[in-house]
Every structure is written in structure tokens, then in C-alpha cells.
């Protein structure tokens, strides 16, 4: 079975051509087997790139647990390099679902192939419900979350997946590494919730590490970064067009005024390709 390593600000998955290949019985199982680190490939989740009816394409995407997720932003924009660089859609301006939710997006070329992607990741989710989370608002701002024996306030919403926004004086691995898997399993959370920890450097410009659910660290979260802008807003600490510097790189985010649609842009790399072994 063919395969493309590739990342978007470091975030990296293995993406697998379901155009020109079948798809996989168990991807499941071969996301874990493939996303580890040290007996396979290494990533942080397995990328399938499928036909679709009603888009260019449909991405599936499986974390290196092995539990399939709703929406990645950074595999998204490689899922959007991918088919226009292999000659799967020839046009600048592409259309992508994910878990049933259509995403479009604007190809930034550079000597013929992609080199940006500004992906429009539609409505935040505010309802509480929805995110899902049982935590009290509509929104969830600011929140306090009982956890570790101490209360700290979370701003949560969901971008297509669900968010858990901590602003923090420092980050600390004492925040992303300690607390960030207690949240992510929260109780108030039933289908688990990403992490984000934020240090606020101005009004246009945020630090971030992210906790990704069934994944843990992660150098880059794409939707993440969109939800951090939608919570400094919300929070009165940001305005809409942020800069988000993450481990991996950095992602210019803008969440508009005028269709309250949130917009992405940053980076899609292809690293390598190769052949993993059938079983």
C-alpha cells in the first residue's frame, strides 16, 4: 500500500490515496500501527483521501489511537495540496468534507504546486451542547473547570471538532503535559475535547500548545488555532485577525465580522512517499 508522508506546521499524518487504492479493511488498527514512532512510520494520525460525491474529495482521519476524528485543519490544507499537486483536481479553489461538514478553500501556488492553503472552517460552535460539553453557558466563557483540586476557567466551543481553550502566564509542561490529558478526559467533556493553552503576547499575536484528543502533543492544531481566535475575542482579550505561533510554525487565523465564518492559512509540506507492507 502507497503512502505520503506530509505536515502542515508539524503536524504530521500519513495520507493514503483512496482514489488509486483500495480502502482500508481496519484503518483503525493501521493508523496505530502506522503513526508510531518507533515501529512505523510516525505521525500523529492516519489521513485517508477518498472520493466524494459532493466534493473534491472526502478526508477521513483516524488519531494515533486509533479513534477517528471529525476535522484537522492542518491535514485538511495537505489533503488539499495532495489532490491538486497529483493531478486529482486541477483548480485553485477546492472543496473538502470531513465527518459531513463541506470545506472550501483557496490554493496559494508557488512554481506550480501548492505552497498555502486558506481554508474557510466555517461557524464556530458556541452552543454548549453541541461542543459537546456539560460545563454551563451559551457560550462557554470563561468558565471554571474543577480539575487536579483547583478550579481554572476554560473558554470552549468546537470547530468541527471540540476545543477546551486555557489562557496561561506561561506554558508550561506542567500545563500541557500534566493537566492537558486530565482535560481531555474531563467527565464534562463526553466525547473527550482537545487543549488548547494560550499565553497572550498582544492583541494580534498568541502562543500556543495544544493536547490533542487521542493524540497528546501535537507541534500544530489547526482547528485549534481557530478556536484560540474565536475565544480571544469572545474573551475580550484578541481581535479577530491573530497570529497564532505554534511549535511547528506559525497559522494566520481571522474570524469575520460579516458570515461569522472563521478562516485559516498557513502551510501544506509533502515530506516522502513509500510502501507500507500488507499484513
Not at 87 to 92: C, I, T, V
Request: aromatic residues 6%; negative net charge; glycine residues 10%.
Amino acid at each position: 500500500m502507497k503512502f505520503t508522508k506530509m505536515h502542515g506546521a508539524g503536524n504530521d499524518y500519513i495520507y493514503i490515496d483512496c482514489f488509486s487504492q483500495p480502502i482500508p479493511q481496519d484503518p483503525q488498527a493501521l493508523a496505530r500501527k502506522m503513526s508510531d514512532r518507533h515501529y512505523g512510520i510516525g505521525g500523529d494520525g492516519l489521513i485517508l483521501i477518498c472520493p466524494s460525491e459532493i466534493a473534491d474529495a472526502k478526508m477521513r482521519m483516524f488519531n494515533v489511537d486509533g479513534t477517528p476524528g471529525e476535522m484537522c485543519g492542518n491535514a485538511i490544507r495537505c489533503v488539499a495540496k495532495y489532490i491538486y499537486d497529483h493531478g486529482l483536481a486541477e483548480k485553485d479553489r477546492l472543496q473538502i468534507i470531513s465527518a459531513g461538514t463541506v470545506y472550501s478553500m483557496d490554493l496559494l501556488l508557488e512554481n506550480g504546486k501548492v505552497d498555502q492553503v486558506r481554508v474557510d472552517m466555517n461557524d464556530p460552535i458556541l452552543a454548549a451542547g453541541k461542543i459537546p460539553t456539560t460545563l454551563p453557558g451559551d457560550p462557554v466563557v470563561d468558565v471554571p473547570l474543577h480539575v487536579d483540586g483547583r478550579a481554572i476557567p476554560v473558554t470552549c466551543l468546537s470547530m468541527g471538532n471540540p476545543h477546551c481553550i486555557v489562557f496561561v502566564d506561561e506554558l508550561t509542561d506542567a500545563w500541557v503535559r500534566h493537566l492537558g490529558p486530565m482535560i481531555e478526559v474531563h467527565h464534562q467533556f463526553p466525547n473527550r475535547t482537545n487543549v488548547e493553552f494560550v499565553k497572550i503576547q498582544s492583541r494580534q499575536n498568541v502562543d500556543q500548545r495544544t493536547w490533542e484528543r487521542g493524540s497528546g502533543e501535537t507541534l500544530a492544531c489547526g482547528s485549534g488555532a481557530s478556536a484560540v481566535c474565536v475565544a480571544g475575542v469572545l474573551t475580550g482579550r484578541t481581535d479577530r485577525n491573530l497570529r497564532v505561533h505554534l511549535l511547528g510554525g506559525d497559522l494566520e487565523i481571522e474570524w469575520q465580522e460579516s458570515n461569522n465564518h472563521v478562516t485559516m492559512t498557513g502551510p501544506a509540506v509533502e515530506v516522502f512517499t513509500g510502501e507500507w507492507p500488507d499484513d
